[in-house]
């Protein structure tokens, strides 16, 4: 499985680009952006993460897995997986089972209907996080919308306790990853050729067998990817788990950040974070593959 | 009981919005017949197809299939199957399963797809392709998919849209000879739709030629070329000059018609216009004949100056000044000699006489 | 083409009154915490209750007059600027190279400019404060400029990619053949061409970073603090209905945005992917 460790291959394949042709030169700028920038700094990362803690800030260059094997040994660490492993997986499947009728429904929405559905997707897209955070704030608060609300109507005595839990976490996450995961999808639906459908009605399949047999197979890539995303940006997320869970809801983002920020344990939170990287890109890699798929027999 | 009409349609009707895109048409369809609906694109024959198909719903009028109305019937019950523009291959099948996926919905039993998909594929000429996918394919090669696709369901009525205007010249006159061939052979009522009047005119058993929604004018392939009824089909089925003029006289069963160009012509009396009716006559350029020499004929014989003369291989083209306007000769090419026609030459155009036609102005 | 406009009205449509429904709860979902924002910020209390308590801008004065959201206000435009400018010109330049033709290694070019924004970031964040820690750039306002760029520049790459699939490249080979160079073609021919593209991307990667938060936690010391992380800070430590204003503010923007994009591009390419 390419990983990291296939740095040579791209560098050289690189080389080859550069030298083939002077139209390449135009990426240059953005390469070398990402070169400086990213490939680089996450290489720093990794050498920092075998490197030997001393405390408050200190460390000493060394070449040893300690950081690793705790993170991925000790039971504390195990839970704190397991928790990030568990709400990434609960917010991706929500969105995706969720999120498939809608981005149906936008995908074959027409006019200004189609419009208003996209700008709606749109919008919570380009707004900020914080932002909508504090929005669930006020929503999920004690003396918020929904609990003021039932409140009123009678429906409960006392205001329920619906921030600072697990399902505000994921409620945060959901949020978050809907926009995207619509439009993933959204864009994939859009491909695929109604006349199929057509097709597949003319010759005898009802109208819950054509969308099975044609849309659904064909949207299955879509879904996959959408689902990948979904997860990696659970996974990583840092603003939701420390603003609407309690100090009982530690995701493997908010041990890294506490590792690097606070303990200043930076070897082993390098480790951690490293170890996020490498789930994320394998993630990456493998919708990048599938998508490869899907562009190949989607030529007619 | 006379032979069985597969397909009626009465009064049909389809309006989109503000447009009307097929205006009542009423059509009747024999058992084992090749009916081309021939017109410009945004005719409606497309539409009417999709009609008979299921894949429209029509705004008034009806539609019969073996007798029977199917209007709101859905089009995976209706007894039809499609051949689209675009073939509409399931990408994500092989060749097998998209040829069998009609059966397959039926609820055929595996073994019986399985021989059928083998014998239609077997017909259609491309046993061997059976785990290939769509993007595998030649455009000809998914052309015959698409058709096995809609035979092996062994449908009444075999619906086909322009389904070779994606092929180049070669390949579509290859593919019309094989068409032919299977609906001979399987004998399938069939209604084929094409703005290419050389399918229409090769492959057709009956021509519909529709324009804007109507019909204009139904008939053998012959008598639409040879006896358009409207200036609209004789101009877009092959090619004719239009010469206005009146009629001057009629005698039995002909008229005379004075051009406006001068010159008269003597044709078959098609209607019983009154004199001096305006008329436009029609005449398609091979049957003119060119001549250095006057004749003493003073009809059928008009005077022109030679402005052009465009060699095309087994004929030529003669752009004849006549009066104010153009017109198209085409005139084989003797062997052996090159053109003996300079422009700006004085010539007699000859028309053979019954190859005119009268047409309303 | 309509997808087939008959076969929907065969019988009563219950599967699209079902489809209508979740979608509705959906997008509603979506959209509430932003509707809510917008309503609270002008609550005349000081607690976040809803429903507001009465009708007020105080929270919208008291924010122009703190003189912390004003300086964290300005620390997010001194670097959201020269971020749209850095990460606008890197990005248009490789959507321009990688639209232009297929070219053996395009997929890895694609996988090189596209990771840094598919990876959470925090990683980003980490990685470059360790980075700048080496080379002496900690808290500094360019450490974090440059951490905005590489996350903004894919999302500018996506967009104009967006905007170049409806753009004839053939015209560069005519301009060429006409005489003009490769520069003069660049500035004569294409930058026009792809002007409302351009723009677009300006305004999409400004936003991307003044509401960047990730990234800006990491690499912000206090006196180059962002909006969004003072924001954070509030939303820890404590809370105030200054934050809806704040917050009420950045959304205005983005829907401003948002509609000068629309404008100039069109809903279908905001639409990116």
Redesign the interface.
């Known amino acids: 499985m390419p990983t990291l460790n296939n740095h040579p291959g791209?560098a050289v394949?690189?080389k080859?680009?550069f030298q083939?042709?002077k139209?390449?030169w135009?990426?240059l700028?953005?390469?070398l952006?990402?070169?400086v920038?990213?490939f680089?700094?996450?290489f720093?990362?990794l050498r920092?993460s075998f490197y030997e803690n001393v405390g408050m800030g200190v460390y000493h260059p060394a070449l040893s897995l300690n950081g690793y094997i705790k993170f991925l040994t000790d039971p504390f660490y195990l839970r704190v997986i397991f928790f990030t492993l568990k709400i990434a997986v609960l917010v991706t499947s929500i969105s995706l089972v969720?999120?498939y009728?809608?981005a149906?429904?936008?995908s074959?929405a027409?006019g200004l209907k189609k419009?208003i559905?996209?700008?709606?997707?749109?919008?919570?897209l380009?707004?900020?996080?914080?932002?909508?955070?504090?929005?669930?704030?006020?929503?999920l608060?004690q003396?918020?919308?929904i609990n003021?609300l039932l409140l009123n109507i009678g429906l409960i005595d006392q205001p329920l306790s619906m921030i600072f839990q697990p399902l505000s976490v994921v409620i945060g996450l959901?949020?978050m990853v809907?926009?995207w995961v619509?439009?993933?999808m959204?864009?994939v639906m859009e491909g695929i050729?109604?006349?199929?459908?057509?097709?597949?009605?003319?010759?005898?399949?009802?109208?819950f067998?054509?969308f099975y047999?044609?849309t659904f197979?064909?949207s299955i890539p879509g879904v996959v990817v959408g689902g990948l995303?979904a997860f990696?940006?659970s996974?990583?997320?840092?603003?939701v788990p420390?603003?609407l869970g309690s100090s009982a809801q530690r995701t493997i983002?908010i041990e890294?950040?506490d590792q690097?920020?606070t303990v200043l344990n930076?070897p082993f939170?390098?480790s951690i974070?490293f170890t996020?990287?490498m789930i994320?890109?394998s993630v990456?890699f493998i919708s990048?593959r599938l998508t490869?798929k899907n562009a190949?027999?989607?030529?007619? | 009981m006379a032979a069985m009409n597969d397909v009626e349609l009465i009064g049909l009707t389809k309006r989109f919005k503000d447009t009307v895109a097929v205006d009542d048409i009423n059509l009747e369809i024999k058992h084992g017949e090749f009916l081309f609906l021939l017109g410009p694109s945004g005719c409606g024959k497309t539409t009417t197809l999709r009609m008979i198909?299921?894949?429209e719903a029509p705004s008034a009028g009806t539609v019969k299939i073996k007798g029977q109305t199917v209007n709101g019937v859905?089009?995976?019950k209706r007894d039809?199957?499609?051949v689209?523009q675009?073939w509409?291959?399931?990408?994500?099948k092989t060749v097998t399963e998209n040829v069998g996926?009609?059966l397959k919905?039926?609820k055929k039993p595996r073994q019986d797809i399985v021989r059928k998909v083998r014998e239609c594929l077997e017909m259609v000429n491309l046993s061997g392709l059976e785990n290939r996918?769509?993007?595998q394919l030649s455009g000809g090669q998914?052309q015959r998919v698409a058709l096995a696709?809609?035979l092996v369901?062994e449908p009444a009525v075999l619906l086909l849209d322009e389904p070779l205007s994606a092929l180049d010249l070669k390949l579509r006159q290859q593919m019309r000879f094989e068409i032919k061939r299977i609906q001979k052979n399987v004998s399938v009522t069939t209604v084929f739709v094409t703005h290419d009047q050389t399918e229409a005119l090769a492959m057709a058993d009956r021509i519909v030629v529709m324009n804007e929604g109507r019909i204009e004018q139904i008939g053998s392939p012959h008598n639409i070329y040879f006896n358009p009824v409207s200036r609209f089909t004789s101009d877009f089925i092959g090619e004719t000059n239009f010469l206005p003029g009146c009629i001057a006289a009629q005698e039995g069963d002909t008229v005379v018609v004075e051009l406006n160009d001068g010159g008269r012509i003597r044709a078959q009396r098609t209607g019983d216009e009154p004199c001096p009716t305006d008329v436009v006559v029609g005449i398609r350029p091979e049957q003119i004949s060119l001549s250095h020499q006057a004749s003493t004929a003073t009809e059928n014989v008009l005077r022109g100056k030679v402005m052009d003369v465009t060699f095309m291989g087994s004929t030529q083209r003669f752009q004849v000044a006549f009066g104010d306007r153009m017109i198209v000769v085409e005139d084989v090419v003797g062997a052996g000699s090159e053109s003996c026609w300079h422009p700006t030459e004085d010539v007699y155009l000859e028309i053979q006489p019954g190859a005119c036609l009268v047409l309303p102005a | 083409?309509?997808?087939?406009s008959a076969?929907t009205d065969y019988r009563i449509d219950w599967?699209a009154v079902?489809?209508?429904v979740?979608?509705i709860?959906?997008?509603t979902?979506?959209?509430?915490?932003?509707?809510?924002?917008m309503l609270?910020s002008f609550n005349k209390g000081s607690?976040?209750?809803?429903?507001p308590e009465g009708l007020s801008l105080r929270w919208y004065k008291a924010f122009f007059e703190d003189y912390w959201w004003v300086m964290v206000f300005k620390n997010s435009l001194i670097i959201a600027l020269p971020t749209m400018i850095i990460s606008t010109?890197?990005?248009v330049?490789?959507a321009?190279?990688?639209m232009?033709r297929t070219?053996?290694?395009r997929?890895?070019?694609n996988?090189?400019?596209m990771?840094?924004f598919?990876?959470?970031?925090?990683?980003?964040g980490?990685?470059?404060?360790?980075?700048a820690h080496?080379i002496g750039l900690s808290n500094t306002y360019a450490i974090v400029i440059?951490?905005h760029?590489?996350w903004a520049?894919p999302t500018v790459?996506l967009l104009v990619q967006a905007v170049l699939s409806g753009y004839d490249f053939e015209i560069e080979d005519a301009a060429r053949d006409l005489g003009a160079g490769p520069v003069k073609t660049f500035f004569l021919i294409t930058l026009p061409c792809i002007r409302t593209g351009v723009l677009t991307a300006m305004i999409?990667s400004f936003?991307?970073s003044?509401?960047?938060?990730?990234i800006a936690?990491?690499l912000t010391a206090p006196e180059t603090m962002t909006l969004?992380v003072q924001?954070?800070n509030s939303?820890?430590y404590e809370?105030s209905p200054i934050?809806?204003a704040v917050?009420t503010i950045?959304?205005v923007i983005?829907?401003a945005?948002?509609a000068m994009g629309?404008k100039f591009a069109g809903?279908?390419t905001?639409?990116?992917?």
């Open positions: 791209w394949q690189l080859q680009v083939a042709r139209f390449v135009i990426f700028p953005s390469v952006m990402a070169l920038f990213f680089i700094p996450v720093s990362l920092i969720a999120g009728p809608v149906y429904y936008v074959r027409e419009i559905c996209l700008l709606l997707i749109i919008v919570p380009w707004t900020n996080l914080i932002v909508r955070i504090y929005g669930w704030f006020v929503i608060g003396k918020g919308l003021t959901l949020d809907f926009p619509l439009l993933i959204i864009s050729d109604w006349s199929l459908i057509e097709a597949a009605r003319d010759l005898g399949a009802s109208r067998q054509s047999e044609v197979k064909l995303f990696v940006w996974m990583g997320e840092y603003a420390s603003l983002s890294v950040a690097i920020l930076w939170g390098a974070a996020l990287f994320s890109v990456l990048n490869q190949d027999y989607m030529i007619r | 198909g299921g894949l859905p089009p995976e039809t199957a499609t689209f675009r509409a291959l399931f990408p994500h996926f009609g919905m039926k996918y769509p993007s998914k696709r809609a369901v | 083409m309509k997808p087939y076969l599967p079902a489809l209508t979740v979608t709860c959906v997008l979902f979506i959209l509430a915490p932003i509707a809510i924002t609270v607690y976040i209750v809803f429903p010109t890197v990005g330049l490789a321009l190279g990688y232009k070219f053996r290694g997929n890895v070019i996988l090189i400019i990771m840094p598919l990876v959470p970031g925090i990683i980003i980490i990685c470059l404060l360790m980075f080496r440059a951490g760029s590489l520049t790459f999409f936003i991307t003044f509401g960047e938060f990730s936690l990491f969004p924001i954070w939303l820890k809370v934050v809806a917050s950045m959304i983005t829907l945005a948002i629309a809903i279908k905001l639409s990116e992917r």
